[in-house]
């Protein structure tokens, strides 16, 4: 039962099928336009997640955290100390304060670079520049020069931008930034610090509301640029090889070596938020669902997906907004606490933990006790990254007041200048140790490729990649040797390599799944996918669509397992109509 306060509530459900009996009662009935002329209403839905919609839309209408928010007076003073002190943290771990204002203030998403700076895309404009006002929102990069925990370096790299809602460093000089409705490259050419020279990458990006911007940029082990934009957000993005349309939801990769723009998957809410695992798979939160952990394959679709006859459901059903995402990983975590993943209740002032575990073609998941918590009003994590030091960032948007739809843009009791950045570590474990990547051969580079941290083995990745637009043959010959010495733990690597180079995975190479572990068929499946359509991006796929249902059925061929046949019918899904049905046969 809901019990609905609002005199305007309007539902149209037409999906015959199923019935779900919902009994509503209005506690302003001689003002509400039912849907039919008895408080008891029968919904008829086509799948019991129509009926999940239909439940959130009445729920909408039950006082909130909006309406707490507009009666909101008690509002303690910014006090980093004090906040500290009433926060409380999970046994074995402890707490410091890594950065807060002036060197920083509004945080919106963070990522470390190879040297181990931490860069912030920061913004006091949002929600809603003045008019008059200049925007000179900035993206700022910090260091903890003396390895004590407390950021000690403070540089701004940009400034002038108009709410930046993503930044993504791919070295120590240069980064992804989203611009509201541009995707811009910038470079500092000179050493000093700051960006002298900015590219346009895509433009184009919707701009109907301010956070849900495209946002949450993260570079893939596959070497493509992962960002999301959210339901009110329309795009249509000009690129080489067409125009590229995105209404709603959804997950972007870019492939900076071609250029190619390409939707991943569609829907989610206000998905701020998305992480790859060690093998490889994609994990969404929705910082406006309802659902947890999302896992992400291509093509999925997911609620509000504009269009969608029906969709996916999230892990953990019936578990709040949540707001960025991170695996902990490495040795200075606690064992237990390895494979995890972190987000935050941003609502709720909670830092979040959650495991998951394969089952059939998907996952389950389970909260697990709070990180962080506390009764601080201001206190609004928002982002999570994992340190050079192996240590848990969190960024604090620090902000009593949250969401931009129901307090007035201009209203006093928003926060544009405060913002924190905390550290959770584990006195009792040592430190991660923090390789210097430029200095390291390639054969010590695909070591790290096996390093127990997950950035560690992105930022070896990354450097890889450079080496290999020096000698392309030097770095391909050390990957297959290096490959060849354990082929059922490091094909997926060496098949990543390949989409880099914009090289196909050749036929001799699938022989790798023999040895490989079932658990990473299906991220090899989508490799050699891939990998095969980026050799001609400017073929339609129904050109490619023959060899590749054969490619299909190779590599199908007595490998019963689900995770593997749902990767096979994405890609089935992919080809000419008239060929599907003969690549899963």
Same mark, same amino acid.
């Given at each position: 039962?809901?019990?609905?306060?609002?005199?305007?509530?309007?539902?149209?459900?037409?999906?015959?099928?199923?019935?779900?009996?919902?009994?509503?009662?209005?506690?302003?009935?001689?003002?509400?336009?039912?849907?039919?002329?008895?408080?008891?209403?029968?919904?008829?839905?086509?799948?019991?997640?129509?009926?999940?919609?239909?439940?959130?839309?009445?729920?909408?209408?039950?006082?909130?955290?909006?309406?707490?928010?507009?009666?909101?007076?008690?509002?303690?003073?910014?006090?980093?100390?004090?906040?500290?002190?009433?926060?409380?943290?999970?046994?074995?771990?402890?707490?410091?304060?890594?950065?807060?204002?002036?060197?920083?203030?509004?945080?919106?998403?963070?990522?470390?670079?190879?040297?181990?700076?931490?860069?912030?895309?920061?913004?006091?404009?949002?929600?809603?520049?003045?008019?008059?006002?200049?925007?000179?929102?900035?993206?700022?990069? +910090?260091? %903890? /020069?003396? *390895? =004590? $925990?407390?950021? @000690? &370096?403070?540089? !701004?790299?940009?400034? #002038?931008?108009?709410?930046?809602?993503?930044?993504?460093?791919?070295?120590?000089?240069?980064?992804?930034?989203?611009?509201?409705?541009?995707?811009?490259? +910038?470079? %500092? /050419?000179? *050493? =000093? $610090?700051?960006? @002298? &020279?900015?590219? !346009?990458?895509?433009? #184009?990006?919707?701009?109907?509301?301010?956070?849900?911007?495209?946002?949450?940029?993260?570079?893939?082990?596959?070497?493509?640029?992962?960002?999301?934009?959210?339901?009110?957000?329309?795009?249509?993005?000009?690129?080489?090889?067409?125009?590229?349309?995105?209404? #709603?939801?959804?997950?972007?990769?870019?492939?900076?070596?071609?250029?190619?723009?390409?939707?991943?998957?569609?829907?989610?809410?206000?998905?701020?938020?998305?992480?790859?695992?060690?093998?490889?798979?994609?994990?969404?939160?929705?910082?406006?669902?309802?659902? #947890?952990?999302?896992?992400?394959?291509?093509?999925?679709?997911?609620?509000?997906?504009?269009?969608?006859?029906?969709?996916?459901?999230?892990?953990?059903?019936?578990?709040?907004?949540?707001?960025?995402?991170?695996?902990?990983?490495?040795?200075?975590?606690?064992?237990?606490?390895?494979?995890?993943?972190?987000?935050?209740?941003?609502?709720?002032?909670?830092?979040?933990?959650?495991?998951?575990?394969?089952?059939?073609?998907?996952?389950?998941?389970?909260?697990?006790?709070?990180?962080?918590?506390?009764?601080?009003?201001?206190?609004?994590?928002?982002?999570?990254?994992?340190?050079?030091?192996?240590?848990?960032?969190?960024?604090?948007?620090?902000?009593?007041?949250?969401?931009?739809?129901?307090?007035?843009?201009?209203?006093?009791?928003?926060?544009?200048?405060?913002?924190?950045?905390?550290?959770?570590?584990?006195?009792?474990?040592?430190?991660?140790?923090?390789?210097?990547?430029?200095?390291?051969?390639?054969?010590?580079?695909?070591?790290?490729?096996?390093?127990?941290?997950?950035?560690?083995?992105?930022?070896?990745?990354?450097?890889?990649?450079?080496?290999?637009?020096?000698?392309?043959?030097?770095?391909?010959?050390?990957?297959?040797?290096?490959?060849?010495?354990?082929?059922?733990?490091?094909?997926?690597?060496?098949?990543?390599?390949?989409?880099?180079?914009?090289?196909?995975?050749?036929?001799?190479?699938?022989?790798?799944?023999?040895?490989?572990?079932?658990?990473?068929?299906?991220?090899?499946?989508?490799?050699?996918?891939?990998?095969?359509?980026?050799?001609?991006?400017?073929?339609?796929?129904?050109?490619?669509?023959?060899?590749?249902?054969?490619?299909?059925?190779?590599?199908?061929?007595?490998?019963?397992?689900?995770?593997?046949?749902?990767?096979?019918?994405?890609?089935?899904?992919?080809?000419?109509?008239?060929?599907?049905?003969?690549?899963?046969?």
């Amino acid at each position: 039962q809901i019990r609905v306060n609002t005199r305007h509530v309007r539902v149209k459900l037409a999906q015959p099928h199923a019935a779900f009996l919902v009994h509503v009662q209005y506690t302003t009935w001689d003002a509400f336009t039912p849907l039919h002329t008895s408080p008891r209403c029968l919904v008829s839905v086509r799948q019991p997640s129509i009926l999940v919609t239909f439940l959130t839309i009445l729920a909408t209408a039950i006082p909130s955290d909006s309406q707490a928010q507009r009666n909101l007076t008690d509002i303690p003073k910014p006090d980093t100390a004090a906040e500290l002190e009433a926060m409380q943290v999970d046994d074995g771990a402890a707490l410091n304060l890594f950065a807060s204002d002036p060197d920083i203030s509004k945080p919106i998403q963070m990522n470390f670079d190879s040297t181990g700076g931490l860069w912030v895309a920061s913004s006091e404009v949002y929600p809603q520049i003045k008019p008059g006002e200049i925007a000179n929102d900035k993206i700022i990069v +910090l260091r %903890d /020069t003396d *390895g =004590d $925990g407390v950021a @000690d &370096k403070r540089t !701004v790299f940009t400034d #002038g931008l108009l709410i930046p809602t993503g930044v993504a460093p791919d070295s120590p000089d240069s980064a992804y930034v989203v611009d509201s409705t541009r995707l811009l490259y +910038l470079q %500092d /050419t000179d *050493g =000093d $610090g700051r960006a @002298d &020279k900015k590219r !346009v990458v895509l433009s #184009g990006f919707g701009t109907e509301d301010t956070h849900h911007l495209v946002h949450t940029l993260r570079i893939g082990p596959d070497g493509c640029l992962y960002f999301n934009q959210s339901i009110y957000i329309h795009s249509h993005v000009i690129t080489p090889y067409g125009t590229r349309h995105l209404d #709603g939801g959804g997950i972007w990769r870019y492939r900076p070596s071609t250029g190619q723009l390409e939707v991943v998957s569609k829907g989610l809410v206000n998905s701020w938020g998305h992480v790859f695992d060690a093998s490889g798979e994609s994990f969404a939160t929705d910082g406006a669902g309802s659902m #947890g952990l999302n896992y992400i394959f291509p093509d999925s679709v997911f609620v509000t997906s504009p269009g969608a006859k029906r969709w996916l459901n999230g892990l953990n059903p019936g578990s709040p907004k949540h707001c960025g995402l991170e695996i902990l990983s490495g040795t200075h975590v606690p064992p237990a606490w390895v494979g995890d993943f972190v987000t935050n209740d941003f609502r709720s002032h909670r830092v979040c933990r959650f495991t998951t575990q394969p089952n059939g073609s998907s996952y389950i998941s389970r909260q697990q006790p709070e990180i962080i918590t506390t009764q601080r009003v201001a206190f609004r994590p928002i982002d999570a990254a994992m340190g050079p030091d192996g240590a848990l960032y969190i960024a604090d948007w620090y902000n009593p007041i949250i969401q931009h739809g129901e307090v007035d843009f201009r209203d006093q009791r928003r926060d544009r200048t405060h913002g924190r950045v905390w550290r959770v570590s584990f006195p009792e474990r040592a430190p991660d140790p923090w390789p210097d990547f430029a200095a390291q051969d390639v054969n010590s580079l695909l070591e790290l490729l096996r390093d127990p941290a997950l950035p560690v083995r992105q930022f070896a990745r990354e450097e890889l990649w450079k080496r290999a637009d020096q000698n392309q043959a030097k770095v391909l010959a050390a990957y297959q040797a290096w490959t060849a010495k354990d082929p059922g733990d490091r094909a997926l690597e060496l098949f990543w390599f390949h989409e880099v180079l914009g090289m196909p995975v050749t036929d001799p190479m699938l022989s790798m799944f023999d040895a490989a572990d079932p658990a990473v068929w299906r991220t090899m499946l989508r490799s050699v996918w891939r990998s095969r359509l980026n050799e001609s991006p400017e073929k339609p796929k129904a050109a490619l669509s023959l060899p590749l249902a054969g490619l299909l059925k190779r590599i199908l061929v007595n490998r019963n397992d689900p995770r593997l046949l749902l990767e096979a019918v994405v890609c089935a899904g992919q080809l000419d109509a008239s060929i599907s049905p003969q690549a899963l046969s």
